[in-house]
């Protein structure tokens, strides 16, 4: 049996898909189980799938038609034989020694679930650790699990390919397939229930490319109604594991606002021209979900003053205040200039990654 089973969804992934199996295929743990799911590409991403699989015997690849990345994940998990279960995208790569590093980790704590840092690759590999273990090397056991509940019901931190799960835990578990966004942190909600001991390790291993056409970069209102929808879900798991003491549901009010804060909602509202009758429609037709109704009640001192008129429009109606606030938000970079730099570092980074990776 493998130790672990590393799935891996492709769509339309010809240029990326060999960088990323050629590093899992490199990993120092040798017992890998590496599932590629071609979600019914249209480029050569499926014959590049076979060829690899041809090469390995440890590479397995089952086509399907599109029914995307959640779906993909579901087909990769009913076909996992590991003992662990891990995920990896097509567009991205592992360091060589992350699944060793994670499964060594799992099996010394006897732990269901082990997570890693990261790297955020843009023009420059950007190492993005643990933050919450301070300066601890490794973190282990039911208040780490705790933590990190709280960290999901704020729809936090959440990319399933940052853990490995024993696949025992994860039996009948499956990616919500309605959600456009913020998948991973429903699918981890739930997963983290079966578990009573996670460890966390401070080293990064995985490398997340940022593309200016992933669907974080792209997100319209309904993505946001997906984050709406999961912390709702977080709260109710909060509340079922006496993790709901006024202190944590400040915590998490207080984060799960600040979504609805950033440059994105705010680039989402102009370039959607929605009016401020529009944005008082949307969040009035989910107002009624806990957690904008926590949003909305609890009181948070220390929450900032845009905190404040976002918990105002929601108690008032009254919109304006917070369309303005958004109408001033500094809004990201995505200029022709910005996005010339962003593709010839992405060239940049898939020639690096061949040469180094093969």
């Keep these: 049996m493998p130790k672990v089973s590393i799935i891996v969804p492709a769509y339309n992934a010809e240029k990326t898909l060999k960088t990323a199996v050629r590093s899992l295929q490199k990993q120092t743990l040798r017992e890998v189980e590496i599932l590629i799911i071609d979600d019914g590409s249209k480029d050569g991403t499926g014959k590049l799938a076979d060829k690899l699989a041809a090469a390995d015997s440890r590479i ?25 279960i ?17 499964y060594t980790a799992a099996k010394a ?25 301070g300066e601890d090397a490794v973190k282990a056991g039911k208040e780490l699990r705790d933590r990190l509940l709280l960290l999901f019901a704020a729809c936090q931190d959440g990319p399933v390919w940052k853990h490995i799960f024993r696949r025992d835990i994860l039996q009948g578990l499956r990616f919500s397939e309605e959600l456009r966004y913020a998948e991973d942190v429903a699918f981890l909600q739930e997963a983290l229930r079966r578990t009573k001991i996670s460890v966390a390790l401070k080293d990064c291993f995985y490398h997340y490319l940022s593309r200016p056409n992933s669907v974080c970069h792209t997100m319209g209102m309904d993505a946001f109604t997906s984050l709406v929808f999961v912390g709702s879900k977080g709260l109710h798991i909060l509340h079922e594991e006496g993790l709901d003491t006024p202190e944590n549901l400040r915590y998490v009010a207080a984060a799960f606002g ?20 529009d944005v008082a429609a949307y969040f009035g037709k989910l107002l009624e979900e806990p957690s904008l109704r926590l949003l909305r009640d609890i009181d948070i001192p220390n929450g900032g003053e845009s905190l404040h008129v976002l918990q105002e429009a929601l108690r008032t109606g009254d919109f304006m205040p917070y369309c303005s606030l958004m109408a001033a938000q500094p809004l990201p970079k995505h200029g022709s200039f910005y996005n010339f730099l962003r593709r010839l570092s992405y060239q940049r980074w898939l020639l690096w990654q061949k040469l180094t990776i093969g």
Excluded at 109 to 133: E, H, N, Q, R, V
């Design 60 to 84: 397995k690849v089952i086509h399907q038609p599109n029914a995307g990345v959640s779906a993909a994940r579901n087909t990769g998990l009913a076909a996992a034989s590991g003992e662990f």
């Design 86 to 102: 891990g995920f990896c995208d097509a567009d991205d790569w592992c360091a060589f020694g992350m699944y060793e590093a994670l």
């Design 109 to 133: 704590y006897d732990a269901a679930d082990c997570l890693c840092g990261m790297y955020f690759d843009t023009y420059k590999s950007i190492p993005l650790p643990l933050w919450f273990l």
């Design 258 to 277: 600040r979504q609805f804060l950033g440059a994105e909602i705010a680039t989402t509202i102009r370039q959607a021209r929605m009016t401020e009758e």
